[in-house]
C-alpha cells in the first residue's frame, strides 16, 4: 500500500498547473518502467501531441493515459480535475459539490458527475484493503444528541 504526505495548497499549485503537467504524472503512475504498449508489450513509442496519445511504433497501438480511470473521455481539464481531488482530500470533512462548482468554475451537473467518479474510485481502491490490528477513531459519534431517540 502507498502512502502520500501531504502536499500544501502552493506546493500543490506548484506541480500540477496544467494539463501537461498532470498528463506527466499520470504518465508515471501508469507505466512507471516507462510506456510499455497494452496491447503487443513493445516499448517504443511515440506521443501525438494533438490528441495526447501514445502510439506503440511496432504495432501502431494507440494508448492514452487516461484511458479505463476516471478521467477516460473528459472535457475538463485535468487540471480541474486534479484540483477536485486535492480538495476532497485535504480537509477531513471534505467539500461540498456546491464549493466545488463554484471555487473551480464548473457548472453543477459536472462538478456532480466529477465527484461522484472520484469518490466511486475511492471507494474501489479502499474496498481492496482489510483493516488490522488497533484502529483508532476521531471525533465519532453514536446515538442521538437526546436521550432515547
Not at 500540477?16 to 506527466?24: A, G, I, Q
Not at 496519445?53 to 485535468?78: D, E, M
Amino acid at each position: 500500500m502507498v502512502v502520500y504526505e501531504a502536499i500544501t495548497f502552493f506546493e500543490f499549485q506548484k506541480k500540477y498547473y496544467s494539463d501537461e503537467l498532470c498528463r506527466n504524472k499520470l504518465f508515471k503512475m501508469r507505466w512507471s518502467d516507462g510506456f510499455i504498449c497494452p496491447h503487443c508489450g513493445n516499448k517504443t513509442y511515440s506521443f501525438h501531441s494533438t490528441r495526447n496519445l501514445y502510439q506503440c511504433k511496432k504495432c501502431k497501438y494507440q494508448a492514452s493515459v487516461t484511458s479505463g480511470t476516471i478521467f477516460h473521455k473528459t472535457r475538463v481539464s485535468l487540471v480541474k480535475w486534479f484540483w477536485i481531488i486535492y480538495l476532497l482530500n485535504s480537509d477531513k470533512r471534505g467539500i461540498s459539490i456546491l464549493e466545488v462548482s463554484k471555487k473551480l468554475e464548473l457548472r453543477y451537473a459536472t462538478a456532480w458527475t466529477m465527484m461522484h467518479k472520484i469518490r466511486e474510485g475511492m471507494s474501489d481502491r479502499d474496498s481492496k484493503y482489510d483493516l488490522l490490528g488497533v484502529l483508532d477513531m476521531n471525533e465519532t459519534f453514536i446515538g442521538s444528541s437526546s436521550e432515547g431517540k
